[in-house]
Nanobody, 125 residues
Framework: VQLQASGGGLAQTGGSLRLSCVAS????????MAWFRQGPGKEREFVSG????????NYAESVKGRFAVSRDNAKNAVYLQANSLKPEDTAVYYC???????????????????WGLGTQVTVSS
């Protein structure tokens, strides 16, 4: 079971990045997926999630209107399009797979039991 995140990097304020996460070792299409992030000196926080079908999504208030989550079950991949980036978006971004199948999107860490290693996003002011 593995989640491999990529796409992080350095962006300027107002810029964009697209994060990708590819899953292997489990039936990806049965699980809700989410992105979390952990900024310097901060606790890890929920950013966005997408249901197993891709039909439902949710977002933290801090990223609503700027970030968009999507998934491609044929490619075992989930994406996070991050636009209008701000310095406070600087963090390590993690993708995670839900602990349960077919269910709603959990919004806290306890709802996820498979985690990727993370990809660094740095936004300069």
């Amino acid at each position: 079971v593995q989640l491999q995140a990529s796409g992080g990097g350095l962006a300027q304020t107002g810029g964009s990045l697209r994060l990708s996460c590819v899953a292997s070792g489990f039936t990806f299409s049965r699980y809700a997926m989410a992105w979390f992030r952990q900024g310097p000196g901060k606790e890890r926080e929920f950013v966005s999630g997408v249901s197993w079908s891709g039909l439902s999504t949710n977002y933290a208030e801090s990223v609503k209107g700027r970030f968009a989550v999507s998934r491609d079950n044929a490619k075992n991949a989930v994406y996070l399009q991050a636009n209008s980036l701000k310095p406070e978006d600087t963090a390590v971004y993690y993708c995670a797979a839900s602990a349960g199948t077919w269910g709603p999107i959990p919004v806290n860490e306890n709802g996820y039991n498979t985690w990727g290693l993370g990809t660094q996003v740095t936004v300069s002011s």
